[in-house]
Each structure stands twice: as structure tokens, then as C-alpha cells.
């Protein structure tokens, strides 16, 4: 069952849209390839102004599938340009640009694994935001062993991240209140 592109985004990327995440990402379903090629591109126009690019990181035309990436280009810029997470990622076999502002590249690399690797790249993690320290300690301890669980799979201090996650979670609320209420995305976007 196809579910609206923009419900779906707000629902999975509000946090991204309030600029309190870099990046969000979310599966779409849609047998129309050529409708989300035009949504992409059309949210591309409406949010760039903003800081926002959307982006489509994996698809299947066989199971209708995508994962659809929205991202804020400066916040992410600056996860990706970190000295630890540019080690990181090396770490994982990643080939990093020769300018470490530019975030192109290690996209382009994180949907080839996605398309073309049979396991999950659990890499995903920093190209999302998440802590550093969190995306390795999932890793580590192949998803156990974590301290709380929340948006995703904490393994520092257990009460901050919970009062991240509250965060995150209250602005979801808050942005799916308000879209459903008639506010459009465009408002709900903030500039950074």
C-alpha cells in the first residue's frame, strides 16, 4: 500500500526539517518511478532554499521500494568533515575525498553499499547524525549491548540520550500535529 511521500517525510525526518538533525532518511513505496522522480525534484526546488536537499539513496523498481534521504547540506558538510568520523569511515572502506567539506562522494559510496552490498551498512549511522561513538558501539557489540534504545541504539549515557531522544520525538509530534492541521512543509522548514 502506497502511503503519501510528504506524511511519510514528516514522520521521519520532522527533526531534520526543525534543523535539529542533519539528516533523516525514510522508506517509500511507490510504483510510479517517474511521480517520485518529480517529487524529489520538486521538494529539491521548494527546501533548498532552506538548507534541505532530498535525495533518493536506494530503489527497486521490482519491489517498489526507495530510500529517500533528506539531508541539511551545511549540518551534514560538518558531521562528514569531523577528523573522527572522516577515520572512521576510512576504517570502513570508504575513500574520502581530498576536500573534507566535500560530502558528495561519501554519498554516492553509502548508496552503492546500500544497492549493492549484503550487508547493511551500518556506517549509515554518522550520514544520519547519530553520535559517533553510538554508530561504532552498534558495531562493536553487533546491536547489543547498548545502554538505551530510542531513535536509534545508544551506548554512552543512558540519560542523555533519552532526553535527546524525548527531543526528537516531541518535535515529531509537534510537526505531525501541525501538517496534519494544515500547516504546509515549506513553513514547517526551518532555514540554517
Not at 1 to 23: D, S, Y
Not at 93 to 117: A, F, K, N, T, V
Request: glycine share 8%; hydrophobic share 40%; aromatic share 10%.
Amino acid at each position: 500500500m502506497e502511503r503519501n511521500f510528504e506524511t511519510v517525510m514528516i514522520e521521519q525526518c520532522a527533526p531534520v526539517l526543525a534543523g535539529l538533525k542533519p539528516a533523516g532518511l525514510f522508506r517509500y513505496e511507490t510504483s510510479d518511478c517517474a511521480d517520485l522522480a518529480r517529487r524529489v525534484r520538486s521538494w529539491n526546488e521548494q527546501l533548498g532554499e532552506k538548507g534541505l536537499c532530498v535525495r533518493v539513496l536506494k530503489g527497486c523498481v521490482q519491489t517498489h521500494r526507495y530510500l529517500v534521504y533528506v539531508y541539511r547540506e551545511s549540518k551534514l558538510r560538518a558531521v562528514l568533515a569531523q577528523p573522527q568520523v572522516r577515520d572512521f569511515l576510512c576504517r570502513e572502506g570508504y575513500i574520502l575525498p581530498e576536500q573534507s567539506d566535500d560530502y558528495g562522494p561519501l554519498l554516492q559510496q553509502l548508496s552503492r553499499r546500500l544497492c549493492c552490498e549484503a550487508d547493511f551498512p551500518h556506517e549509515i549511522g554518522v550520514f544520519l547524525g547519530y553520535p559517533l561513538y553510538d554508530v561504532v558501539g552498534f558495531i562493536e557489540n553487533a546491536g547489543r549491548n547498548f545502554t538505551c534504545c530510542g531513535c536509534w541504539k545508544a551506548y554512552g549515557d543512558p540519560n542523555a540520550a533519552q532526553q535527546h531522544f524525548a527531543q526528537l520525538n516531541k518535535c515529531t509530534a509537534v510537526y505531525l500535529r501541525l501538517f496534519r492541521s494544515g500547516t504546509p512543509i515549506q513553513r514547517l522548514a526551518v532555514a540554517a
